[in-house]
């Protein structure tokens, strides 16, 4: 583990009175600011009854673990305040009020109206959520899967009855949808009235180009395989005559994109009329016969190509319609694996699926003549007996086989909507057809396909959360089916296949599918159905590139996308968690990933990814969603800020979302402190700041990016989005981390400053810890309970400026070190009490890439400049500095906590959910060496390897006990200076004279 973070540029500065506001803001009972509703109203609960709920799992390899989040309760503060205002949305949204009448299912049925329509069900009339959550979006259902999360963190975080009402409402709503989508797909598909019997009816391209919903056929492989001469004949009747429609495709796998497509086609038109196609080299090496005989819409016809020698030839009824050479057989294309009636090879968004009747279907083994096509035409059976190779009637009972009556054993397979062939335990809001299309390669594109097991792991994950958070069972019941349909599709599918799959920008996004399946396989009591689950969680390996480099420690994040990656770790570690010998590597991979991130990438309000400019071998990339180079953080700033909306760039809240998540996980394997600074940064800054400080019961109100970037404001919103969705769960699960337990159950970790209540009934403690934190820079914590219990205090990073310790007023001997856990290992009584104080201090971090470019922070707490300009703000403040080093004589407090002004500018915290322009990073510039208002003459430009300029390096040393002290640090640097080069003697001697004429500019007032 690296502690970079702690390397960064620190100046260590002065105490804040203005900091501090006053202890005794603690108010029992009620939630102080929650708002409006009879719910509110009808009051809070105790708390929710932890015992009866189901346990997490737990894992052997976990040095630490979490307490449940009904097991820690927030006191009040900034947290709490942002908790409530989702609560008040989790109430309200619907909204539950309209005309003065209550109902508190419009919300709940608002968020399961698609589910229902895609299941035949009644929809209640609602209106859709709208957004990303459209009737006909591609993502829709994921946002209620997180609205579940939701619900079932704020009853485990409060106890109120509303919350566990409307998810017991949900879950029974969704499986109802799944119970109705088993019984659809057990319909067999019927046959309906044809030319001669019965014929199938293909259904077409319904629901904008989508595979899956379309029925299609598909042969055995390799069925016209080493054919030289070949006949394929049947009758079709058109609905829609579509151009390039198929009547059939064999062909292997490829994609329109490489188009490398080695097939055998004929489309119902093209042009004129039927044309067959035949290829070892994509469409550019195709050779084609153009029929002139275009068939009608509504009517039968008798389709067939015939191959003779070196030519082919169309028939239409019977009568030739084209005829060309053709050098290509069925033989030069090998064994063909995907064998097709009514469907192209792998489809992409323009081309359609055969909309109309098909009825005796033939193959033949050699060319027909023309006599043999007029007797078929007359009769079906009464040619080419000797070689027929397949001959599918469609009069066989309705199901998903297709009968060969020739003989030969060639049966077909029938792939619909209701083909009674699909797993029952198929839940979404749209039908199977993306997941279908998904293995099919199909690419993000807004018209074809989303990210559907990205919406799948939200469905689950609610579900998981409505278990576990609230004892549901009927919600367990529900995601193991789901788990179990997973599996049965994700079994069949290769490993080069998936692979492929979990490439593809955005279409491959699953979120935390894996964590889902191996949180199953945690749980599941039947080993066998467990073993599945497992099977299913690695069938979601990222094998092709990320995860291989990460398990190498091989950097190739630059240009991927952040969020779908991210979680996609988590998920590793729970699959690792199964079996930490055999999985050791998902670890290893883990661990390489998250250094790759943090602080390679990270901004310093905790986010990660951004826009970035053209380097040779490199493209510019304007996606702000996209994983920037290795180090890169301000020139990603300054390419975002010249190219940039002022509301996007600078990282996606999802993406803190699921770093953070990552992080909490890697530390319950090692309970390393850098882990908790990390998390402690991105969750009082970018999670905090992403929610704005209003209430609303139609809109979560919170940030999609959080930009960095100079001039930057945040877009506050995002009902149905991505990053509305893990909102919702952000602001109500802020307790999840502040306390963590030894495996053993020794000691407690105390991670986060937060004020809360942790009951530890198995321990017989109650822990409550008072404090404003971060509005305030100190904390008391009363210990409730006897025994002995090691606490381990979390000393953060940047607690530079002392963290002292006293337990019942005296103070505990030692010295905390930044960065480490202190701990305090007695036997405690009842109401002993801990009073922490960690005065903040004004400190500044540099960009990684530019030592010129940094953020200030008040403690943990980064402090943007408020300004509309979109161009740099230069700040200078060595000029204004006194012996102590205290930054406060350049950047002056203000009366609110964490409030201050420099250079005409207020800096305020980011927490403040206020959309105004800001500068979370600007310029310092400190071009000569000046001691007050003595200016030595020298130039401050040069750097050392560090970065470091030489006023860096002659404050880093602050404070001065005297002016003597300052004049010798002033000379050693110097010297140090001029025996790198940096200095000529004459300005060594310049700046150690300046220095001694500053007493009384430097003096402490
Ligand atoms: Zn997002």
New binding site residues.
């Given amino acids: 583990m690296k502690k970079d973070l702690s390397r960064r540029s620190v100046l260590r500065l002065g105490a804040l009175a203005a900091a501090a506001p006053a202890v005794g803001t603690v108010a029992a009972g009620a939630a102080g600011a929650a708002t409006g509703g009879a719910a509110a109203a009808a009051g809070v609960a105790a708390g929710p009854l932890e015992t009866s709920l189901p346990s997490l799992p737990v894992a052997d390899s976990w040095q630490v673990r979490p307490f449940t989040l009904s097991q820690v309760t927030l006191g009040d503060g900034v947290f709490k305040e942002k908790r409530n205002r989702l609560l008040n949305y989790a109430r309200e949204y619907g909204p539950s009020v309209v005309n003065g009448v209550r109902d508190d299912k419009r919300g709940p049925d608002r968020m399961l109206r698609s589910f229902r329509v895609t299941a035949g069900l009644d929809h209640k009339g609602v209106n859709p959520i709208g957004s990303w959550e459209s009737p006909d979006g591609n993502l829709r259902g994921h946002f209620s899967g997180h609205f579940l999360t939701l619900l079932a963190q704020s009853w485990a975080s409060t106890g109120e009855q509303i919350f566990k009402d409307k998810l017991d409402y949900m879950v029974n709503g969704l499986g109802e949808c799944q119970d109705a989508l088993a019984a659809q797909a057990a319909q067999p598909t019927p046959r309906v009235a044809g030319r001669n019997g019965t014929a199938i009816r293909f259904s077409g391209t319904p629901n904008g180009h989508i595979t899956g919903d379309a029925d299609v056929i598909k042969l055995p492989a390799g069925i016209v395989a080493g054919l030289s001469d070949f006949t394929v004949a049947a009758w079709v009747n058109l609905a829609v005559r579509d151009d390039n429609a198929r009547l059939f495709d064999f062909g292997h796998p490829g994609d329109a994109a490489s188009d490398t497509l080695s097939r055998m086609y004929l489309s119902v038109h093209n042009g004129g009329g039927p044309r067959f196609g035949i290829t070892t080299s994509g469409s550019a090496g195709e050779q084609r016969i153009e029929a002139t005989t275009a068939l009608t819409a509504g009517q039968w016809a008798h389709v067939a190509i015939v191959k003779s020698g070196g030519t082919g030839t169309i028939y239409v009824n019977g009568v030739a319609a084209g005829t060309s050479a053709l050098s290509l057989s069925p033989s030069d294309l090998g064994s063909t694996s995907d064998n097709w009636i009514g469907r192209a090879q792998y489809p992409q968004v323009n081309i359609k699926f055969l909309n109309g009747l098909v009825d005796d279907f033939q193959i033949f083994g050699r060319g027909l003549s023309p006599e043999e096509i007029t007797a078929v035409v007359a009769d079906a059976a009464s040619a080419g007996a000797d070689s027929r190779v397949a001959w599918y009637r469609f009069d066989e009972a309705p199901g998903p086989t297709i009968t060969d009556s020739s003989g030969n054993g060639r049966h077909g397979e029938f792939f619909g909507a209701t083909d009674g062939r699909r797993h029952p335990g198929f839940l979404s809001a749209y039908t199977e057809a993306q997941f279908i299309r998904l293995e099919e390669f199909t690419t993000y594109s807004g018209t074809g396909i989303w990210a559907p097991y990205y919406t799948l792991h939200k469905i689950m994950r609610g579900l998981i959360d409505a278990h576990h958070l609230t004892g549901n069972e009927r919600a367990l019941e529900i995601v193991k089916k789901m788990g179990d349909w997973v599996h049965s599709r994700l079994s069949t599918v290769s490993r080069d296949r998936l692979n492929r799959m979990w490439s593809l920008h955005i279409a491959g996004e699953y979120g935390g599918s894996n964590e889902n399946l191996a949180h199953l396989a945690a749980i599941e009591t039947d080993p066998e159905r467990s073993a599945r689950y497992l099977v299913a969680a690695k069938a979601f390996d990222n094998r092709r590139t990320v995860l291989p480099a990460a398990i190498e420690d091989r950097d190739v994040l630059t240009g991927i996308h952040v969020?779908q990656h991210v979680p996609q770790f988590t998920g590793y570690l729970r699959i690792y968690e199964q079996d930490t010998e055999a999985n050791a590597e998902y670890y290893t991979a883990a661990q390489n990933f998250w250094n790759m991130i943090i602080p390679q990438r990270m901004f310093s309000h905790g986010s990660a990814g951004g826009q970035y400019g053209a380097a040779p071998g490199r493209p510019a990339n304007t996606n702000p969603?996209l994983f920037q180079p290795r180090g890169d953080i301000s020139e990603s700033l300054h390419y975002q800020s010249a190219t940039s909306g002022s509301s996007s760039g600078g990282g996606?809240?999802?993406?803190t979302y699921n770093l953070l998540k990552l992080t909490r996980n890697l530390y319950f394997h090692d309970p390393d402190p850098a882990f908790m600074d990390y998390y402690e940064r991105g969750l009082t800054n970018h999670i905090l700041g992403s929610r704005r400080d209003n209430d609303s019961a139609s809109d979560p109100q919170v940030t999609?990016f959080l930009p960095a970037h100079p001039g930057a404001t945040r877009g506050f919103g995002n009902n149905g989005?991505?990053?509305g969705?893990?909102g919702m769960e952000n602001h109500t699960k802020y307790q999840e981390t502040i306390y963590a337990q030894s495996a053993d159950g020794s000691t407690l970790y105390v991670n986060l400053y937060i004020a809360s209540t942790l009951t530890w009934a198995e321990k017989g403690f109650t822990v409550t810890q008072v404090t404003d934190f971060p509005r305030q820079d100190s904390t008391s914590v009363t210990i409730d309970g006897s025994g002995p219990l090691k606490v381990l205090l979390r000393v953060p990073f940047w607690a530079t400026r002392g963290f002292t310790i006293k337990v019942n007023g005296a103070a505990v001997a030692g010295t905390p070190e930044p960065g480490t856990y202190f701990a305090l290992d007695r036997t405690w009584a009842a109401g002993d009490r801990i009073d922490i104080s960690m005065p903040f201090g004004l400190r500044t971090e540099r960009a990684l890439d530019d030592p010129q470019v940094e953020s200030i922070f008040n403690g943990p707490v980064v402090l943007p400049a408020l300004n509309a300009q979109r161009a740099w703000r230069t700040f200078s403040f060595y000029s204004r500095l006194k012996l102590d080093g205290d930054l406060t004589a350049a950047v002056t407090p203000l009366e609110e906590p964490n409030f201050f002004a420099t250079h005409g500018h207020t800096l305020r915290p980011l927490y403040v959910g206020i959309n105004e322009a800001h500068h979370v990073y600007y310029k310092r510039v400190e071009p000569k060496v000046v001691f007050g208002s003595i200016d030595s003459g020298v130039s401050n430009e040069a750097r050392d390897d560090d970065g470091d300029s030489f006023l860096d390096k002659v404050w880093a040393a602050a404070p001065f006990q005297g002016h003597g002290e300052f004049v010798a640090r002033v000379e050693a640097v110097a010297s140090d200076w001029q025996a790198a080069g940096r200095f000529t003697r004459r300005e060594r001697q310049n700046v150690i004279v300046a220095a001694s004429k500053a007493q009384s500019e430097l003096r402490v007032e």
Avoid: D, K, V
């Fill in positions: 969020n969603e996606e809240t999802c993406s999609y989005t991505c990053c969705g893990t």
